[in-house]
């Protein structure tokens, strides 16, 4: 287990501290049992440990399959120690609940290990999760019907997407292209988003607008760029004033 003065684990130094925290919780365990790396026993609940250095997608594909034939699975691997905490974490954490997998955290320390079981293999229920996240679901929809159009590439990085925000802010400029100086009370008579626009104008996020005087802002040559970067929805707010 050192290696040059530095610990490195192994799967199989996973296993006594493992097997010592369910013996003493009254299970009878034995390793390597039908491809299975712990089994442990106890009247009739039968629990299966996979042991690994590192989470990974084999691992998982591994410990569902001992599902198909246990009360109760648990992935055991080596405390990582800068990860915990972080959203790669808590979207691991996530997954495993969504699998029904239990998670065993095992530390050494000298010659002491510790054990520690953050997430349980129980039930998933997905209906109280969508419950809890309904605000996250709403504002998907929000984004979705707030674009007029897909202008994205899915997977892309490092790009400037298309929001609704940005769509907002190029209605805004569009009009404001068009009529000149306007207030945030015209451009919502003109359809701008009435929660938005105002914000759109003062926080100038993109850099398109100026503001004359107090309640009173126009396009400037950043602006008129950016039109002719997103020319494809420029065009459509321009027929859209139009036709108004």
Request: charged share 30%; with cysteine; proline share 2%.
């Amino acid at each position: 287990m050192i290696i040059d003065g530095k610990q490195k684990i192994l799967e199989e130094d996973l296993c006594g501290p493992v097997s010592e925290f369910l013996i003493k919780n009254g299970y009878i365990v034995r390793s390597e049992v039908k491809y299975c790396d712990i089994t442990a026993l106890k009247d009739k609940e039968l629990i299966v440990v996979e042991l690994k250095r590192n989470l990974s997608v084999d691992l998982l594909a591994q410990a569902v399959k001992r599902q198909k034939a246990s009360d109760l699975v648990y992935i055991a691997v080596p405390k990582p120690k800068k990860m915990i905490g972080n959203s790669k974490w808590k979207d691991i954490c996530h997954l495993l609940k969504r699998l029904e997998l239990g998670l065993i955290l095992v530390s050494f320390k000298g010659k002491e290990t510790f054990i520690e079981i953050p997430i349980e293999p129980v039930y998933f229920n997905r209906d109280k999760s969508k419950a809890i996240n309904r605000k996250k679901r709403e504002n998907i929809i929000k984004e979705i019907n707030g674009r007029y159009c897909d202008l994205n590439v899915g997977g892309s990085t490092r790009k400037k997407l298309v929001t609704a925000y940005r769509e907002s802010a190029i209605f805004i400029a569009c009009l404001l292209n068009k009529f000149g100086a306007l207030s945030p009370k015209e451009l919502r008579n003109f359809g701008t988003d009435n929660k938005k626009t105002t914000s759109i104008l003062s926080e100038n996020h993109y850099g398109w607008f100026i503001k004359v005087k107090r309640g009173l802002y126009e396009i400037n040559d950043e602006g008129r760029r950016a039109l002719e970067q997103y020319k494809v929805l420029a065009d459509f707010y321009n027929s859209k004033i139009s036709k108004e």
